[in-house]
């Protein structure tokens, strides 16, 4: 049961901590400019970034173009709220269950994020001033646009969803070891019994 509480305790952590980010260095910004992305919205120096994106025709980024923000919270209460469930039914069928519908929401969300990455880099506007071939920032890694190196890396709130995934896996392996089977016990040969007058 603590794992499972654990677990939603942690899941409704990260809704305060960001998932992901993006750092972007070049010569005139050597300190570095973010793009942080929590579940809730973004963070970090936006508006600069949007700037320079105007540079080479790429969409602004805003809150307002993601309307995934407006659903991830109640998605990740949700979550924590069957892990609390499953805690005190100590159902395994339901443990299973909550851990499935968390793997597949995290493919999901890979799978949304590479979109829009794939959107940004890709429909650029023709009569930017800089003219740019179109690009895919990469989900995880370093990558390289004009003067621009940047680096994108999961954050401290995907690391306490790997955790969740963790605890949950923990507690339905302790759950089937707790529910099987007791393993058979060996055999164990008895020696005979010595007849009376028998050499011993």
Same mark, same amino acid.
């Given at each position: 049961? +603590?794992?499972l509480l654990?677990?939603?305790? @942690? #899941?409704? $952590?990260?809704? *305060?901590?960001?998932?992901w980010s993006?750092? *972007?260095?070049?010569?005139?910004?050597?300190?570095?400019?973010?793009?942080?992305?929590?579940?809730?919205?973004?963070?970090?120096?936006?508006?600069? /970034?949007?700037?320079?994106?105007?540079?080479?025709?790429?969409?602004? +980024?805003?809150?307002?173009?993601?309307?995934? =923000?407006?659903?991830?919270?109640?998605?990740?209460? $949700?979550?924590?709220?069957? @892990?609390?469930?499953?805690a005190f039914?100590?159902?395994?069928?339901?443990?299973?269950?909550?851990?499935?519908? =968390?793997?597949?929401?995290?493919? /999901?969300? @890979?799978?949304?994020?590479?979109?829009?990455?794939?959107? *940004?880099?890709?429909?650029?506007?023709?009569?930017?001033?800089?003219?740019?071939?179109? +690009?895919?920032?990469?989900?995880?890694?370093?990558? !390289?646009?004009?003067? =621009? !190196? !940047?680096?994108?890396?999961?954050?401290?709130?995907?690391?306490?969803? #790997?955790?969740?995934?963790?605890?949950?896996? +923990?507690?339905?392996?302790?759950?089937?070891?707790? !529910?099987?089977?007791?393993?058979?016990?060996?055999?164990?040969?008895?020696?005979?019994? /010595?007849?009376?007058?028998?050499?011993?």
């Open positions: 049961m +603590f794992s654990l677990a939603a305790a @942690l #899941l409704i $952590g990260s809704l *305060f901590l960001p998932w993006m750092k *972007f260095y070049a010569p005139q910004y050597p300190e570095g400019l973010n793009i942080i992305v929590y579940p809730t919205g973004l963070a970090g120096e936006i508006e600069i /970034v949007n700037g320079l994106n105007h540079y080479i025709g790429m969409a602004p +980024f805003s809150e307002a173009s993601f309307p995934e =923000f407006r659903v991830i919270p109640y998605l990740v209460i $949700g979550l924590a709220l069957l @892990l609390v469930v499953a039914v100590r159902s395994r069928k339901l443990l299973g269950g909550v851990l499935v519908l =968390f793997l597949v929401g995290g493919v /999901v969300g @890979l799978l949304d994020m590479a979109r829009w990455l794939r959107q *940004f880099g890709t429909n650029l506007d023709p009569t930017a001033p800089i003219d740019l071939e179109p +690009f895919v920032p990469p989900i995880l890694g370093k990558n !390289t646009i004009a003067n =621009f !190196t !940047t680096y994108s890396m999961f954050s401290w709130g995907a690391l306490l969803l #790997l955790a969740v995934i963790g605890l949950m896996a +923990f507690a339905l392996w302790n759950k089937q070891a707790r !529910t099987g089977q007791p393993r058979p016990r060996p055999a164990v040969a008895h020696p005979a019994p /010595v007849k009376d007058g028998q050499a011993r």
